[in-house]
């Protein structure tokens, strides 16, 4: 016997002129403004004085921590990582804050002291909106330089716990100011030291050694 098969019924006109093939997603998942433009087509200058929202930075910054807290084994190392990531960071500031410098004093610094002068006044102010609080130069190392913040704002909103009281998260900090001394042609090791005081429960020192090359180069500037 032959199986009968139940009468098809047709779609309605309209729905066969409604349907349309779906449109797959781009497989690189990135989305652009209808405009075509992207944030490096924007103009430099467009937002010098903007300022970023504390919350958005302390949660960016707590997440960077806790990322690089999950891939390392103690605190040196842990410091060491904050410290390699921020150096890149120093790197791209130094062409950003040069760029928009007024075209008379728009050079890379060429001595120790007029560098040390742009990242205590430029640098910080641009990144903290204020200079930091003192530029010192060591009296038992000619080659160690001190910059000094009585607060920082990068450990303002993070939680140590007490087995991890050495951690100063300021060495994200440090690695921005090595950064911008190796992109000026100085290289320097920048470390950040906790030193409480009284009146200043976290003030950091950020201690900066510079290369021997580099005072090389100072002594024969001085003679020229």
């Known amino acids: 016997m032959s ?3 139940p009468p098809k019924t047709p779609l309605p006109s309209n729905v066969l002129q409604q349907s349309q093939p779906v449109q797959l997603p781009s497989a690189s998942g990135l989305r652009f403004p209808s405009n ?5 087509d924007r103009n430099l200058n467009r937002s010098k004085t903007s300022e970023l929202n ?6 960016l910054f707590g997440e960077m ?6 891939r390392v084994t103690g605190i040196q190392d842990l410091e060491k990582r904050l410290n390699l990531q921020g150096h890149p960071l120093g790197l791209r500031l130094l062409d950003l804050l040069l760029y928009r410098e007024p075209p008379r004093t728009a050079q890379r610094p060429t001595r120790i002291l007029p560098l040390l002068e742009f990242i205590h006044t430029t640098l910080w102010r641009h990144l903290f909106s204020r200079p930091a609080d003192a530029l010192e130069r060591s009296k038992d190392n000619e080659d160690e330089y001190m910059i000094s913040d009585n607060d920082p704002v990068v450990n303002q909103y993070i939680s140590i716990p007490r087995e991890m009281s050495q951690l100063n998260c300021a060495a994200f900090v440090a690695g921005i100011i090595e950064g911008v001394c190796d992109g000026s042609g100085f290289p320097a090791r920048v470390t950040a030291h906790g030193i409480a005081t009284e009146m200043w429960p976290a003030k950091t020192v950020f201690l900066i ?4 090359e580099v005072l090389e180069r100072e002594g024969f500037l001085q003679k020229a």
């Not at 504390?54 to 949660?59: D, G, I, K, L, V």
């Not at 921590?65 to 999950?70: G, M, V």
């Not at 050694?209 to 021997?212: Q, S, W």
């Open 3 to 5: 199986s009968s098969e």
């Open 36 to 40: 075509k433009k992207t944030i490096y």
């Open 54 to 59: 504390r919350a958005s930075f302390a949660y």
């Open 65 to 70: 921590i806790q990322y690089a807290q999950k």
């Open 209 to 212: 050694k510079f290369e021997p």
